[in-house]
């Protein structure tokens, strides 16, 4: 069964840090562009960052620049999300998913419609 597994989530106070896992069972991630998204209450689900399958390209939204880190350790089949200096907006639940062929993310981004396998999603909640 193909399966993607995000872990790492928590509560965490403004200014901490949280790092997410994304590790996959059923099938390899060498070859594929990675994203992370994710969904606050009452909005829409967002790409958050997206890194390509040798792990030297990435690409994040504004909003993140600067204090979330994508990487990617293929010999474990994980990928991560590295989330400094937390924001009480940044509270939602993360998402990974795996890219069903390859598209340039450094330059497009993470884009949803590009995603076809999809974990379960961690909650993270940033809060004093």
């Known amino acids: 069964q193909l399966q993607l597994v995000e872990s790492g989530g928590g509560l965490v106070q403004p200014g901490g840090s949280l790092r997410l896992s994304c590790a996959a069972s059923?099938?390899?991630?060498?070859?594929?562009?990675i994203g992370w998204f994710r969904q606050a209450p009452g909005k829409d689900r967002e790409g958050v960052s997206c890194?390509?399958?040798?792990?030297?390209?990435?690409n994040y939204v504004d909003s993140v620049k600067g204090r979330f880190t994508i990487s990617r350790d293929n010999a474990k089949n994980t990928v991560y999300l590295q989330m400094n200096s937390l924001k009480p907006e940044d509270t939602a639940v993360y998402y990974c998913?795996?890219?069903?062929?390859?598209?340039?993310?450094?330059?497009?981004?993470?884009?949803?419609?590009?995603?076809?396998?999809w974990g379960q999603g961690t909650q993270v909640t940033v809060s004093s």
């Open positions: 998913a795996a890219a069903s062929g390859y598209y340039s993310c450094s330059v497009y981004g993470p884009i949803q419609g590009r995603y076809n396998y």
């Open positions: 890194i390509g399958s040798s792990g030297s390209s990435a």
């Open positions: 059923g099938f390899t991630l060498d070859y594929r562009t």
